[in-house]
């Protein structure tokens, strides 16, 4: 009868990934960046002062210098919990974000079929591969961010496949407005992201004749696939609806980047 009060799997990964990081074993690499100092240092004259910092106040050959602190809003957050709870509140919070980041994506992929002993396995593999990032430092909280994010939006594709309405979606700026404050450039550029909205049961045949680019041919020419984008947002505008460009010619932008051997 008290069945319902056993966690479930995705509650064990939450609680043992949260343990593991405040006590147990990978609680030391917490702090293994020194990036953390200066995040709490930023956020507590932010705190001071009620202001953005726009110049640089700690380099000695740059100081007085223009500056921004594009994560600013985690500075002041991580300065707040630093100021109440000390750098032991500073890893509790970023545990919590992580666990709870493993613990989402364990539920979003059981609920979009995923067989759960492959599930587990590729969420084994995935921490694993993650645990190097596994830092007090602005993009934990990206992580849990991003993956709210999608799982409004596949909530919300969900809701319109089935004919109901499903208001969420209008969290969605909301998250994306927070996460680029809170973020580094690295994981910024992931939240003015390209999305795609597929119909998941659709099949379509790759052919260079329907693709959306001016390149004369395909790898994949032929190959027939199921799953597919009718709607994709870039930036947060439409480019493609229903499988139709609707986008603004030259739009987007070249990205220079330096010839690798």
């Known amino acids: 009868m008290l069945t319902f009060l056993l966690p479930s799997i995705a509650d064990l990964i939450f609680i043992?990934?949260?343990f593991a990081?405040?006590?147990g074993s990978l609680a030391p690499a917490m702090?293994?960046?020194a990036d953390i100092g200066w995040h709490i240092r930023s956020g507590e004259n932010i705190l001071a002062t009620r202001a953005v910092p726009q110049v640089d106040v700690f380099s000695a050959t740059m100081a007085g210098r223009?500056?921004?602190a594009w994560e600013w809003l985690y500075d002041a957050l991580i300065a707040w919990i630093h100021r109440a709870a000390g750098l032991n509140?500073?890893?509790t919070f970023s545990a919590f974000c992580v666990?709870?980041?493993?613990?989402?994506?364990?539920?979003?992929?059981?609920k979009n079929g995923g067989a759960l002993a492959t599930t587990v396995l590729l969420l084994l593999f995935s921490i694993m591969a993650s645990s190097i990032h596994f830092l007090a430092r602005p993009h934990v909280v990206g992580w849990l961010l991003t993956i709210i994010w999608f799982w409004i939006l596949d909530q919300s594709q969900r809701s319109t496949l089935e004919g109901r309405t499903d208001p969420t979606p209008i969290c969605l700026p909301v998250l994306m407005i927070l996460s680029s404050l809170t973020v580094t450039n690295e994981y910024r550029s992931g939240?003015?992201?390209?999305?795609?909205?597929?119909?998941p049961n659709r099949t379509l045949v790759l052919s260079a004749r329907t693709h959306h680019m001016k390149v004369a041919y395909n790898p994949y020419e032929g190959r027939t696939v199921t799953g597919v984008s009718e709607t994709v947002l870039s930036r947060g505008n439409v480019i493609i609806?229903?499988?139709?460009?609707v986008g603004r010619a030259g739009a987007g932008s070249f990205l220079v980047r330096s010839a690798r051997s």
Do not use: E, K, P
């Open 16 to 18: 043992i990934l949260f």
């Open 66 to 68: 223009t500056w921004f």
């Open 31 to 33: 702090l293994g960046d």
């Open 21 to 23: 990081l405040t006590y």
């Open 99 to 110: 666990a709870l980041t493993f613990s989402f994506v364990f539920r979003w992929s059981l």
């Open 241 to 245: 609806d229903n499988g139709a460009f």
């Open 89 to 91: 509140g500073v890893v």
């Open 191 to 199: 939240l003015i992201r390209t999305t795609f909205m597929a119909v």
